[in-house]
């Protein structure tokens, strides 16, 4: 079974600084994605980064980028420039992608990182 | 933009009632899922749904669940006698494929009493 473990509960951050936060996993699959999904406060989750593990390049998606370390099992994110409106909690999470089509999406998560952008 | 969309957002019940959670997914979407988030805990995979079968279960999601894709539009979630452990956030999500970007709902918030 898959486990994501996200070892920072709460996270600030001064408005235009960068900050990261950290994710690690563990799997014996080899072939697998990773996702950063944001949840600001009383609103929907929305994915702000996806990962495949075949890629060694690190994703990036503008202010947001992740450094991805298949051997280390880690993924961390990091939000550069940060704005009030980053804060929000942040899942890390994982899905096997399974090409003989046993696996439909599940997500496993993280316990999630509440992350504060003060002014 | 489409939304995934959930009613009610809130929902009150006795323990050993039945409740149907609702949710829109997607229009285009083909693969549908529900999550649920007891407080405090991580977010947990219940189920996945697609081509109006259940593809994928977790061991939390027991004969007490099941899901429903009644109308070609609607997506719900029964509970058939709620314990006070069912309370919880359950989301609802949709996807395109099984394997590209889940968009999640705002979640229904179960209380238990």
């Known amino acids: 079974a898959q486990t994501v473990t996200q070892s920072q509960p709460e996270m600030s951050v001064q408005e235009a600084e960068t900050v990261t936060l950290s994710c690690t996993y563990d799997t014996s699959e080899n072939n697998y994605y990773l996702f950063w999904y944001k949840q600001p406060p009383s609103r929907q989750m929305i994915l702000v980064i996806r990962?495949?593990?075949?890629?060694?390049q690190n994703a990036t998606e503008n202010r947001f980028s992740v450094n991805f370390q298949k051997a280390a099992k880690s993924f961390s994110l990091k939000i550069s420039d940060s704005q009030l409106g980053d804060t929000a909690m942040y899942f890390c999470a994982f899905m096997m992608a399974n090409a003989g089509g046993t696996s439909y999406g599940k997500l496993t998560f993280g316990q999630g990182t509440i992350l504060t952008v003060h002014p | 933009e489409p939304e995934v969309t959930q009613t009610p957002s809130h929902q009150v019940t006795q323990m050993g009632q039945e409740v149907i959670l609702r949710c829109v997914p997607i229009?285009?979407?083909?693969?549908f899922y529900w999550y649920r988030q007891i407080l405090g805990q991580k977010v947990e995979f219940l189920v996945s749904f697609y081509n109006n079968e259940i593809s994928e279960k977790s061991e939390i999601f027991d004969d007490q669940f099941s899901v429903e894709r009644p109308d070609g539009s609607n997506f719900t979630l029964k509970i058939r006698s709620t314990k006070l452990e069912d309370s919880a956030m359950y989301f609802c999500?949709?996807?395109?494929?099984?394997?590209?970007?889940?968009?999640f709902g705002p979640g229904t918030r179960l209380t238990v009493l």
């Open positions: 990962q495949e593990a075949y890629k060694q």
């Open positions: 229009s285009n979407h083909l693969y």
């Open positions: 999500a949709s996807s395109v494929e099984k394997t590209s970007e889940q968009f």
